[in-house]
């Protein structure tokens, strides 16, 4: 019986494994080609997975303004598995880690919190302006320069993460 066992529970952690690698495969897949040989740089392998926490996986849109589609793919930190997401730009092969363990804006280091995320296209966003005791004053336009990421948590708060051209930004636009 004890051997019984005890296959049960190697065959089943096995198999979670086997899953877990054929998982972050089929996710590879999904995504542009260009994508693949920055994600299978080693430092990105061994520090993070694609992650599927939220839905769609990933978003694609000129993040950076130069007129190529770049993405933001979900993604989990292997060590703490605190999530966020990497974006990455086509045209210059950079990557950008928001959360998965890097403080960020108001995301802080883990975006387990965000339920939605979609691309603002909208350029013109009302950003909250605060009042010097923390409580919200107004909210005053800002004018992007480029399609950004809104995140939120459904009736709760949201941001947009933008390109300024140097780094991408954290804006609170509803609390």
């Not at 849109?61 to 190529?68: E, H, I, R, V």
């Not at 950003?127 to 005791?133: A, F, H, I, S």
């Amino acid at each position: 019986m004890k051997k019984l066992i005890l296959s049960i529970i190697l065959n089943s952690s096995i198999a979670l494994s086997v899953y877990g690698q054929d998982n972050q495969w089929l996710l590879q897949q999904q995504l542009p080609n260009w994508t693949k040989e920055e994600l299978s740089n080693s430092d990105f392998e061994n520090t993070y997975l694609l992650s599927e926490f939220i839905n769609p996986f990933y978003l694609e849109a000129d993040f950076n303004g130069d007129s190529k589609m770049d993405i933001a793919i979900a993604i989990e930190n292997k060590s703490d598995h605190k999530k966020g997401f990497v974006i990455l730009h086509n045209s210059t092969g950079e990557s950008f880690i928001i959360g998965a363990g890097k403080n960020f804006g108001n995301g802080r280091d883990d975006f387990k919190w965000m339920d939605i995320w979609k691309v603002q296209r909208n350029l013109t966003i009302h950003q909250l302006v605060y009042k010097t005791n923390g409580d919200i004053d107004n909210s005053e336009p800002l004018q992007l320069n480029n399609t950004a990421i809104m995140v939120a948590k459904s009736e709760s708060g949201s941001g947009v993460i933008y390109w300024d051209d140097i780094t991408y930004r954290w804006v609170q636009i509803s609390e």
